[in-house]
C-alpha cells in the first residue's frame, strides 16, 4: 500500500526546512488566510492566543485538503503572547526593533500548534507552549544584532532565529526546541509513523 502524499500548506521556509531535514517527503503548497481579521475576530470573541493559533492551523490545513484529494495536508501557526498582548510578525526593522525593546527583560510565551486535513477535515492536531524570557538588551547589542542579522527580523513572530544569533537574547528558554520554532516536530512524526508516511 503506497503511503498518502503530504502536502505543506505553508510558505515558512523554516517549517519547510525541519520537514527536510527530519526525512520527510512533501510539497509546498501555502494557503493564503487573511490571519488579522481570524485573530480580532477571535480575540473579540475571548480566545486565547493558543485557541487562535490551532484555529488558524486548522483553517490553513483543511482549506487546501479540500485541493489535494487523498492528501495528509499539514498546517502550522504560532502566536506570541506577552503578558496579554499578541505579537505579530515585525512589518520592517523600525517595528522589529520596537518590539524586541518591548519584550526585553520579560518572559513572553509562544504557542505553536499543528495540524493535518484530509478531505476537507481535520484528523489530528497537536499544540504546545514554551516560555522564553529575554535577557534586559543594551542599545549597543541591539545595534550590532540588527546589523548583523536583519534577515530574522521579518521571518518570525518574535523577531529572533532561536536557531542563529536568536539565541543570544535569552536568559532562559522553557519548551520544546521545534515548537518554538514553528512546528512541533516530534509529534507531528509520530502522526506520520502511524499513516505509513514514514517507517515505524
Known amino acids: 500500500m503506497n503511503a498518502p502524499p503530504v502536502v505543506l500548506a505553508s ?9 527536510t531535514n527530519a526525512g520527510v517527503a512533501f510539497t509546498v503548497d501555502a494557503t493564503h488566510v487573511d490571519e488579522d481579521a481570524v485573530k480580532q475576530a477571535m ?15 486548522e483553517l ?4 487546501k485538503s479540500l485541493q489535494h484529494p487523498g492528501a495528509l495536508v499539514i ?12 505579537f505579530d510578525k515585525p512589518a520592517g526593522a523600525s517595528s522589529a526593533r520596537t518590539q524586541l525593546e518591548a519584550l526585553s527583560g520579560r518572559t513572553h510565551t509562544l504557542h505553536s500548534a ?20 529575554m535577557r534586559v538588551l543594551s542599545e549597543d ?3 550590532r544584532y540588527f546589523a548583523e542579522d536583519e534577515a530574522a527580523l521579518t521571518g518570525s513572530v518574535g523577531g529572533y532565529r ?9 536568559n532562559e528558554i522553557r519548551g520544546d526546541y521545534f515548537s518554538i520554532l514553528g512546528l512541533p516536530l516530534l509529534p507531528l512524526l509520530a502522526f506520520l509513523r ?6 515505524a
Do not use: N, P
Open 43 to 57: 480575540r473579540g470573541d475571548g480566545a486565547s492566543a493558543a485557541d487562535v493559533a490551532q484555529a488558524l492551523a
Open 141 to 143: 547589542f541591539l545595534s
Open 75 to 86: 498546517g502550522a501557526d504560532q502566536m506570541l503572547d506577552c503578558d496579554g498582548e499578541w
Open 11 to 19: 510558505a515558512s521556509a523554516g517549517r519547510a526546512a525541519i520537514l
Open 194 to 199: 502511524e499513516h505509513g508516511v514514514l517507517v
Open 60 to 63: 490553513k490545513a483543511v482549506r
Open 114 to 133: 499543528v495540524c493535518v486535513a484530509r478531505e476537507g477535515a481535520m484528523i489530528w492536531h497537536y499544540r504546545d507552549r514554551a516560555d522564553l524570557t
Open 162 to 170: 532561536l536557531e542563529g544569533k536568536g539565541a543570544q537574547l535569552f
